[in-house]
């Protein structure tokens, strides 16, 4: 696990690690109720609307964000003792 860091303009600045990872440039966020911030890959599309409109129609999770949260971190932390 990783972390990021915002500045005071509101930039948010991923360490070298995560952008050799990713390939793609263009990314919906959406900021849950808890703070909780998602990226989802957008397609190359012409309309962004449209691209919106996909990412809103993703299946919802049937857990909680807490709980889904406390998985993660239980795994990146098993992961890190190995």
Known sequence: MQTITIDKSGKIYLPKIIRDK???????????????????????????????????????AKKSISRIKKEIEKEAYRNMKR
């Not at 190359?44 to 449209?50: G, S, V």
Request: aromatic letters at 6%; hydrophobic letters at 40%.
């Open 22 to 60: 990713i390939k793609e440039r263009s990314y919906a966020v959406a900021v849950l109720p808890d703070g909780t911030i998602m990226l989802h890959k957008l397609k190359r599309l012409k309309d962004p609307q449209k691209a919106l409109k996909e990412f809103q129609k993703l299946p919802k």
